[in-house]
């Protein structure tokens, strides 16, 4: 997994609240075989228009915004579907991070699993940090401090110690559980004894 | 949470799965069933392959298409992405020994439908799909939930899932449902009230006897929606009505082991005296039929009520999103709900696809005709279904009224196959969600139940159930 560890730029500023998933990856899109490739779909029904035809006026599709790696969302980010195509699309499009006040669980768990870093601020917080980003104002977010910073704001954010430290290391979590096989194997024995309905072949 | 003292259903189901604590300090939860459909899969079994890693235990998971498919012909499916999408499906559960549920096999369906219906569900157990609607299982008292895919590949190599506990939330629900309404307004009603983030990092239990007193398909249809509260599952405590539906199912436990695994289930309610982080209580008597009039499920209303002014909201934030949800819908504040006009029905998805909606449905427009500006559609939630309603003259009642009898799949929930609206066109669906193009780009969806749906395909608007059986 690509690692995390800073991250500067403009940030694009998206003040709607409770955009799913739909919204960022429409359903035409989820019939690929692969991960990549998805960034030029990302918020496909505000991009373009009926006939494929980019939407001047949407904040993705003007300069500078169309090279952010950093959005700022109204609340409840990323509710709906499960679909790992939602943060496989932002970051092929090149975010990197999402800043809002909520998200949904899913869709946080999911940018973990791809080098996506999502942080929570509070309501007051984030009302400055989309002032800052409709002004362009640079942003610096730095997880090994959990700081970020925006023209004269230093905001603190909060992340779990696990998933701070994957995502600076980048670390491939399935090999890390692979090395509690040995765990794995024995609860599934002592399981067959105890719930043997569970292990019948069909 | 601790190990002593009085504990939750979801505390009891999460104790019984913790396989052990890696040194991250995450825990790892073992995953009794993996259930997997196309559209989320074929990258997890991509990166098995990079990684040359074997699946760990292919017996407990079960594959089926159900999101791309046709639900006219299907024999061939005509977008070539879809067809690769389901034929990879094929082809990888084939390599890792995995069960598959073919297009042409009438166990095919949804995938949350035919966990139930195949007794592959089980109270107690944990489930993991690649699928938001995983809540659905939540009903038998499983802990049920949704995953990426990513987490779909860690399923697929180790049978666990790195995950933290949720927090406990109980809402109860009290009291004999007034006449004409049922479990979808139930949950509609629940959404509208604490919101589509108001689950979120909680497992919600429904409980109390409005809910006790529901069939496990209305069950079905309550944690269904969990996640559009925002909750990482929902949770019914299992009781004989739960034990009654799964005994005999191809995939329940057999005579050998039905009475220890009856005793196990019957352990798993919540203590009399557990603790939640957050409770709810709702009288019944409180609820009416419901509709969404917006773009969230949280955008809910009685079938009586108007369509809500943007300047009666709350916050700022909020009346911008009504005055957004508004101008997509093409509704003016104050209009009534039954006089919204439509143009498409569907009657169907993992919410409301099973035999109970259906029947429902056809006791509702038998000898009628639905409304002539209206395109209706049935697709079963899984080919059994579509089968015992053909068994019990349901399609024959259904297409003498008008509406199209389809095969089975997700169709216009989602509208990844060719069963989309187009721009502009206002539906009553019995779905799930109502976002902005969910049904097709442009598409103006209205959640709500069979019943109302069903009224509603008749008279060509939004109608309440009540008058549509008091007047019809």
């Known amino acids: 997994m690509d690692k995390f560890h800073s991250l500067k730029g403009i940030a694009a500023p998206l003040p709607i609240v409770n955009i799913d998933t739909d919204m960022i990856i429409p359903k035409q899109f989820l019939k690929t075989i692969k991960r990549t490739g998805l960034g030029v779909s990302l918020f496909y029904e505000m991009r373009y228009d009926n006939d494929g035809n980019l939407i001047k006026d949407f904040v993705l599709n003007t300069s500078p915004f169309d090279q952010s790696k950093i959005l700022v969302a109204g609340d409840n980010f990323g509710c709906g579907s499960s679909r790992e195509h939602a943060p496989w699309s932002l970051k092929d499009f090149g975010i990197r991070s999402v800043i809002s006040t909520s998200f949904a669980d899913i869709f946080y768990n999911n940018c973990f699993q791809n080098g996506i870093l999502p942080i929570v601020v509070s309501p007051e917080n984030l009302d400055q940090l989309m002032t800052a980003a409709k002004n362009q104002i640079e942003f610096t977010i730095d997880l090994p401090e959990q700081i970020i910073k925006a023209g004269n704001h230093s905001i603190n954010f909060e992340i779990e110690e696990f998933r701070k430290e994957r995502l600076l290391q980048g670390l491939d979590d399935i090999g890390i559980t692979l090395g509690y096989q040995d765990k794995i194997n024995a609860y599934e024995e002592d399981k067959k004894n105890k719930k043997p309905w569970l292990f019948k072949k069909n | 949470m601790s190990n002593q003292g009085p504990k939750t259903l979801f505390d009891k189901i999460w104790s019984e799965h913790l396989v052990g604590q890696r040194e991250d300090g995450t825990n790892l939860l073992y995953i009794d069933r993996h259930l997997v459909h196309e559209v989320t899969s074929p990258q997890a079994f991509e990166g098995l392959k990079l990684s040359n890693r074997p699946v760990h235990r292919p017996e ?48 095919q369906g949804i995938v949350h439908i035919i966990g139930p219906e195949q007794g592959i569900t089980q109270p107690g157990m944990t489930i993991v799909c690649g699928d938001s609607h995983t809540s659905t299982h939540g009903a038998f008292g499983a802990l049920a939930f949704g995953i990426g895919t990513s987490e779909v590949e860690h399923v697929l190599a180790t049978q666990t899932i790195v995950q933290n506990p949720a927090k406990n939330m109980r809402i109860s629900v009290n009291g004999k449902l007034p006449f004409g309404v049922n479990s979808k307004d139930l949950i509609l009603y629940i959404i509208g009230k604490i919101g589509t983030a108001g689950g979120t990092g909680h497992v919600i239990e429904y409980a109390g006897s409005s ?98 002014n943007p300047s009666s909201a709350k916050t700022e934030n909020k009346k911008k999103s009504i ?146 059986t008091q007047n019809g």
Not at chain 2, 71 to 89: A, G, H, W, Y
Not at chain 2, 281 to 297: A, C, H, K, L, Y
Request: proline share 5%.
């Open chain 2, 211 to 308: 809910i006790m007193g529901l069939s496990m398909e209305g069950r079905m249809t309550i944690c269904n929606m969990s996640i559009e509260a925002g909750a990482r599952a929902g949770l019914i405590s299992p009781d004989q009505t739960t034990f009654n539906y799964i005994k005999g199912r191809p995939y329940a436990p057999g005579t050998e082991h039905w009475d220890q695994a009856v005793e196990y289930w019957s352990s798993l309610p919540s203590d009399n005296d557990a603790n939640y982080d957050h409770e709810i209580v709702i009288d019944s008597s409180e609820i009416d039929p419901m509709v969404t009039w917006g773009t969230s499920p949280e955008d809910v209303v009685s079938v009586k009520g108007t369509v809500p």
């Open chain 2, 60 to 107: 407990a998971t079960i594959a089926v298409a159900d999101h791309n498919v046709p639900t006219i012909n299907r024999q061939n499916i005509e977008d070539p992405q879809s067809k690769i999408q389901v034929e990879t499906l094929a082809k990888n559960t084939k390599e890792h020994g995995i069960q598959y549920f073919d297009l042409m096999d009438q166990r």
């Open chain 2, 323 to 468: 005055e957004r949800s508004l101008e997509y819908m093409g509704l003016k504040p104050g209009t009534k709900i039954t006089d919204i006009k439509l143009d498409k029905i569907f009657i169907g998805s993992c919410t409301n696809g099973r035999i109970e909606d259906l029947r429902k449905v056809a006791s509702i427009v038998k000898d009628k005709k639905i409304a002539s500006h209206v395109q209706a559609m049935i697709v079963p939630g899984s080919g059994l279904v579509k089968k015992q309603a053909e068994e019990e003259g349901i399609d024959i009642i259904l297409k003498d009224a008008g509406f199209e009898w389809r095969e089975a799949g997700c169709s216009m929930c989602l509208g990844m196959n060719p069963d989309q609206l187009k721009p502009g066109e206002r539906c009553a669906s019995t779905s799930n969600r109502n976002f902005e193009g969910r049904q097709g780009r442009g598409g103006r969806t209205h959640l709500m139940s069979p019943e109302l749906a069903a009224a509603s395909a008749i008279t060509g608007n939004i109608s309440d159930i009540r008058d549509f």
